[in-house]
């Protein structure tokens, strides 16, 4: 094996912080991303909370506006990313389903 020399002893270090980078780099992209999934998450929950907050409310025999009440206080409720969802951030749309027809009519409801 041949002895190194003293212009080669350096690449070893070099090598070793372009890699340490590199790792570091992939270490920031998987939590970012992991951050982004937790956070999509958060947001369905929040939603499908919200909705079933505004379904039970009309089921119950509430009225439109009582519904959208209750889908935003349940909304006000759940965070995500550490924070509420603010007033204008809630829209919410009201709409049937026809079984026969296999149709979904949506009435946009919400104010603009």
């Not at 070099?14 to 982004?36: D, E, G, K, N």
């Amino acid at each position: 094996m041949k002895t190194p020399t003293r212009r080669e002893r350096g690449i070893a270090m070099a090598l070793f912080a372009l890699w340490l980078v590199a790792i570091v780099a992939i270490a920031a992209i998987t939590i970012q991303v992991s951050r982004l999934s937790d956070t999509a998450t958060e947001v369905q929950v929040a939603v499908d909370a919200a909705a079933l907050a505004a379904a039970e409310n009309m089921l119950k025999g509430g009225n439109v506006d009582s519904a959208k009440a209750a889908a935003r206080t349940v909304a006000a409720q759940n965070r995500t990313d550490g924070r509420g969802p603010g007033p204008g951030d809630v829209r919410l749309e009201f709409g049937s389903y026809t079984v026969d027809a296999g149709s979904v009519p949506i009435a946009d409801l919400s104010p603009r």
